[in-house]
C-alpha cells in the first residue's frame, strides 16, 4: 500500500495567492483529517471527514480556508488568499472503519510557506 | 472538551531508559495512543492501549496507563540515538474517531 499521498510536498507562494493541497487517503480508510503543525501551536486539527461528508470543521482557522472531499480517494485543502500567517506543514491522515482502534495513518505533510 | 499536556524536551544519555509523561481530560478515553514524528516525516503509531488495560509491553517499549488519575506514560528501554523525534500522546472515544493529540515531547539522545 502507497500509504496516504499528499502533494505538492512544498509549496512557497506569495502573499494573496490562492493555495491548493491535496489529499490521496489510502484505499478502503472512511476518515479523512486535515491538520496544520507550527512550531508555536503545535499539531493543530483543522477539519476531518466521514464517508466523504465534513463532520468537525471548527478548527477551520477562518473563511480563507476551506476543504473538500469529493469522492473516497481525494481530498482538497484550499486558501484564499494566503497569508504569511499561513505558513505550516499541512498533514493529511485517513483513519479505518469504526470498531478499531482510531489509528490513523499521516501523509509526508506539505511544507507551505507564504511570502 | 478534551485536553491533553505534555512536557515539551526531554534528554537522555544513549542506553538510558526514557519516561515521557502525558495527562488527558476525557474520562471517556477508550484508547490512548503514543505516536512518533521524525524530522521531516508526518506521525506513525508506535502502540496504542486499550483503556481497560494497566500496561502495555512491546520490546523497548512499555506504555503504563493510570486511570484514576488519568495519565499515560511511554518508557523506552535502551534508548538509541534512533530514537531521537518528536512523540506524541492521544486519546480518543472511538465513535466519529476524531483523535485528540497532545502537544508533544521533543526526545533528544546525547551519544
Known amino acids: 500500500d502507497a500509504g496516504v499521498i499528499q502533494s505538492p510536498r512544498h509549496e512557497v507562494t506569495e502573499m494573496g495567492q490562492e493555495v491548493t493541497l491535496r489529499c490521496k487517503p489510502i484505499s478502503g480508510h472512511n476518515s479523512l483529517f486535515w491538520y496544520r503543525q507550527t512550531m508555536m501551536r503545535g499539531l493543530e486539527l483543522l477539519i476531518y471527514f466521514n464517508n466523504n461528508v465534513p463532520i468537525d470543521d471548527s478548527g477551520m482557522p477562518e473563511d480563507r480556508f476551506s476543504a473538500k472531499m469529493p469522492n473516497a480517494s481525494f481530498s482538497t485543502l484550499k486558501i484564499q488568499p494566503s497569508e504569511p500567517r499561513d505558513s505550516a506543514v499541512y498533514f493529511c491522515?485517513?483513519?479505518?472503519?469504526?470498531?478499531?482502534?482510531?489509528?490513523?495513518?499521516f501523509g509526508p505533510g506539505t511544507r507551505l510557506t507564504v511570502l | 472538551g478534551e485536553d491533553v499536556e505534555q512536557s515539551l524536551f526531554l534528554s537522555v544519555r544513549e542506553g538510558d531508559s526514557s519516561v515521557i509523561n502525558c495527562t488527558y481530560t476525557d474520562s471517556s478515553s477508550t484508547y490512548l495512543y503514543w505516536y512518533k514524528q521524525e524530522p521531516g516525516a508526518g506521525l506513525q503509531l508506535l502502540t496504542y492501549?486499550?483503556?481497560?488495560?494497566d500496561m502495555k509491553q512491546d520490546q523497548r517499549l512499555t506504555v503504563l496507563l493510570n486511570k484514576k488519575d488519568k495519565h499515560l506514560s511511554l518508557r523506552i528501554a535502551d534508548t538509541q540515538t534512533g530514537d531521537s523525534a518528536i512523540y506524541f500522546c492521544a486519546e480518543s472515544t472511538g465513535g466519529y474517531q476524531k483523535v485528540t493529540f497532545g502537544t508533544g515531547t521533543k526526545l533528544q539522545v546525547i551519544p
Open positions: 492501549i486499550f483503556s481497560n488495560m
Open positions: 491522515a485517513s483513519s479505518k472503519p469504526p470498531g478499531s482502534p482510531d489509528t490513523q495513518y
